[in-house]
Nanobody, 121 residues
Framework: EATLMESGGGSVQSGGSLRLSCSAS????????MNWVRQAPGKDLEFVAG????????WYDDAVKGRFTISRDNRKNTLYLQLDHLRPEDTAKYYC??????????????RGPGTQVTVTS
């Protein structure tokens, strides 16, 4: 059974940094396009960042471009999201997601339970 587990969230001050990790099991991460999505209180899930099988190509929402970096270590079956220059509006629960095969990188597929990021001003 394919599962995902996020970690690394926490509470930081505005301007701070966090590194989120997503551990995959039950499938080879190398075989999948992956993305990060987030959900703020009272809002819908939204795409944050995505990459192809080796992160040789990456995509970002305009709100995080230049501040967040997606990467992966397929040998460790782990996906990462580096969050820099955090802002209060980045406060949300962050999920990694396995993009369904053949779908656009923004498509939300199987995801983990999420990790909370809270940014205080």
């Amino acid at each position: 059974e394919a599962t995902l587990m996020e970690s690394g969230g926490g509470s930081v001050q505005s301007g701070g940094s966090l590194r989120l990790s997503c551990s995959a099991s039950g499938f080879e991460l190398e075989d999948a396009w992956m993305n990060w999505v987030r959900q703020a209180p009272g809002k819908d899930l939204e795409f944050v960042a995505g990459c192809n099988r080796f992160c040789s190509a990456t995509w970002y929402d305009d709100a995080v471009k230049g501040r967040f970096t997606i990467s992966r270590d397929n040998r460790k079956n782990t996906l990462y999201l580096q969050l820099d220059h955090l802002r209060p509006e980045d406060t949300a629960k962050y999920y990694c997601s396995k993009v369904p095969e053949g779908e656009a990188v923004q498509t939300i597929g199987l995801r983990g339970p999420g990790t909370q990021v809270t940014v205080t001003s």
